[in-house]
């Protein structure tokens, strides 16, 4: 199996910045995209940001971009999601989530980490 394990959540005024981080452990060698999806209240789960696990292919939601970076540290097996500029909307929970595939985008991720909170005060 693949664990993932998200952190860097937390409280941060409308305009600031924070840093999402996903830990990878177990079987990293059957990912091949990793992604970060976030879920509001109320709200169905969307999809922000995804990068290769292999390669520089970073892409994103249209409601992120200009604002959020996806990118990764292979050395330690960590994936990242800086976010600027922040907005009360994009209060969520935030997952990190990994998938076998390669595809842009893939059809479905196959591993997913319990989130980390992030809140947006106005």
């Known amino acids: 199996q693949v664990q993932l394990v998200e952190s860097g959540g937390g409280l941060v005024q409308a305009g600031g910045s924070l840093r999402l981080s996903c830990d990878t452990s177990g079987r990293t060698f059957n990912i091949g995209t990793l992604g970060w999806f976030r879920q509001a209240p109320g709200k169905e789960r969307e999809f922000v940001a995804a990068i290769r696990w292999s390669a520089s292919s970073p892409y994103y939601a249209e409601s992120v971009k200009g604002r959020f970076t996806i990118f990764r540290d292979n050395a330690k097996n960590t994936v990242y999601l800086q976010m600027n500029s922040l907005k009360p909307e994009d209060t969520a929970v935030y997952y990190c989530?990994?998938?076998?595939?390669?595809?842009?985008?893939?059809?479905?991720?196959?591993?997913w980490g319990q989130g980390t909170q992030v809140t947006v005060s106005s």
């Open positions: 989530a990994a998938a076998r595939s390669m595809r842009d985008p893939p059809l479905r991720y196959d591993y």
